[in-house]
């Protein structure tokens, strides 16, 4: 039905920057907020920033002047810039997308997941 496919995780060094890309595709009539979350071992999913259709965005505390979340809709496509990443940036990132389907339906939507890993 909807599909969300993440990309851009890796292993880079402290300090270093990643940047991550989450496309949409499927039966899509609108897509409106769009985040990305991340779940590291032993922890519970946390939101990492998210962002509206008209552009409206908030972020964790934790990664406040660090990381941009932005999004083209012709694209169906959300991105998270993450600069001066630290060890405890490292973690399972998720895309999330809240779809409208139909003229009445809509439901939230998961990717699978990219590791992002910061270290030495």
């Known amino acids: 039905q909807v599909q969300l496919v993440e990309s851009g995780g890796g292993l880079v060094q402290p300090g270093g920057s990643l940047r991550l890309s989450c496309a949409a595709s499927?039966?899509?009539?609108?897509?409106?907020?769009m985040g990305w979350y991340r779940q590291a071992p032993g922890k519970q999913r946390e939101l990492v920033a998210a962002?509206?259709?008209?552009?409206?965005?908030n972020y964790a505390d934790s990664v406040k002047g660090r990381f941009t979340i932005s999004r083209d809709n012709a694209k169906n496509t959300v991105y998270l810039q993450m600069n001066s990443l630290k060890p405890e940036d490292t973690a399972v990132y998720y895309c999330?997308?809240?779809?409208?389907?139909?003229?009445?339906?809509?439901?939230?939507?998961w990717g699978q997941g990219t590791q992002v890993t910061v270290a030495f």
């Open positions: 999330n997308a809240e779809v409208q389907v139909s003229s009445w339906y809509k439901d939230n939507y």
């Open positions: 499927g039966s899509i009539v609108s897509i409106y907020n």
């Open positions: 962002v509206t259709r008209g552009g409206s965005t």
